[in-house]
């Protein structure tokens, strides 16, 4: 009896779905053209004004908080997968995301410049030597935002920053510094970091009260680091800096955390290999160019967009990576300066900014987020 009942009300649900799929054809078939005519007459897709009076007209139709929520989320929903339409359509006729990149075979890497940041022996000088081997000629300044200001300028051809750590997670300094320059992502480059315990030539570990290293590092071998509670962990601007004022002090019970290349660069004696927690420990630098361009073959793409305290926004500009098929490999969030509580997202997708489905994810994003920077394809 029971299951009878069930096919009877499930008959009568195709029925209504039946319904609500022509009714949502038809309304597509209209949103087509909006978009002939936005295209005509060079309109935006997104109007926010009139999707919020159409939540509050929807949501006014029905009664209890449950269905107002309900009927919210449906037509939120519809006019996501609405505007993504009409991107298309758009990417069909020739509006393409506004971006100023170019598409080259290869970078230039013979005879360029590149500067990091640190001393020579500092991780950055290894990754800068990851990349560029010993065709380029490096050099080195004191911060990272010298770094970036080099390229600015174009002292440099290129600069290398660390952008994310495999166990202490993103440096966020720089993604701020992202913001501050126009320097694009042209390419990036892993390093696998390991960190030594090193202490002058007649050093014992038991002799050891202090320890320097850059806050990172220290923060990347924390378990060993506290498993010995009388040290003091003293931050300074990187490995390569530790390593030099321990040899420079002279002090039997102070020590560095740093690279055994920098121990063996200032002759300084490794106490301890391996102190990092993670024994993968890799670092992810990214490499800058003040020309906005990206190599054919590029895969990923990092872009950044500012989103109002209001629920639902990030969800909302996600779609359209979700509607276009495009993969995200990373989020990361900053806060805006000056404005408490809204956010600058950092995303990295999968792609390559000569793809369709690329072009109208962007585009969707770009008129969706506030000051949206593409910040390169690599
Ligand atoms: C269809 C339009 O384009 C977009 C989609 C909407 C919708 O699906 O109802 C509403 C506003 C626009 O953001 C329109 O402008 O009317």
Not at 107 to 115: F, I, Y
Request: glycine fraction near 8%; proline fraction near 2%.
């Amino acid at each position: 009896m029971k299951n009878l009942d069930l096919q009877e009300i499930r008959k009568q649900l195709d029925g209504i779905d039946q319904e609500m799929v022509a009714l949502f054809e038809k309304r597509m078939e209209l949103c087509r053209e909006v978009a002939e005519f936005k295209i005509g007459t060079g309109k935006p897709v997104y109007d926010g004004e009139r999707e919020q009076q159409k939540i509050d007209s929807v949501t006014g139709m029905v009664e209890g908080e449950f269905l107002k929520q309900a009927v919210r989320e449906l037509f939120t929903q519809m006019m996501t997968i609405s505007r993504n339409y009409q991107y298309k359509q758009m990417a069909e006729n020739g509006l393409k995301a506004n971006h100023s990149f170019q598409p080259v075979k290869n970078l230039k890497l013979n005879g360029v410049r590149v500067v990091y940041q640190g001393v020579e022996g500092a991780y950055s000088h290894g990754a800068a030597l990851n990349y560029f081997g010993n065709e380029a000629s490096l050099y080195h300044v004191t911060t990272w935002d010298d770094a970036m200001k080099e390229v600015e300028l174009g002292n440099a051809d290129y600069a290398v920053l660390p952008i994310e750590n495999s166990s202490a997670g993103a440096v966020t300094d720089n993604y701020d510094l992202l913001m501050k320059y126009e320097n694009y992502i042209v390419a990036e480059t892993f390093l696998t970091v390991n960190h030594a315990l090193l202490g002058l030539p007649g050093a014992e570990e038991k002799d050891i009260r202090t320890v320097f290293s850059h806050p990172q590092a220290l923060m990347q071998c924390q378990e060993f680091l506290n498993s010995n509670r009388s040290w003091k962990q003293i931050s300074v601007e990187n490995t390569a800096v530790a390593a030099k004022k321990v040899i420079l002090e002279g002090d039997l019970s102070q020590a560095a955390v740093a690279s055994e290349t920098a121990g063996e660069l200032y002759g300084l004696k490794v106490l301890r290999t391996q102190v990092n927690t993670n024994k993968n420990n890799t670092t992810r630098f990214i490499i800058l160019s003040r020309e906005a361009v990206y190599q054919e073959e590029a895969g990923k793409i990092s872009l950044s967009f500012e989103l109002p305290h209001k629920s639902g926004s990030l969800y909302n500009i996600l779609s359209n990576f979700i509607y276009n098929g495009v993969n995200m490999f990373m989020i990361e969030s900053r806060p805006v300066p000056g404005r408490n509580w809204e956010y600058r997202f950092f995303v990295d997708i999968e792609g390559n900014l000569s793809h369709a489905s690329i072009q109208n994810a962007l585009k969707g994003i770009s008129e969706e987020g506030r000051n949206v920077r593409i910040l390169g394809n690599y």
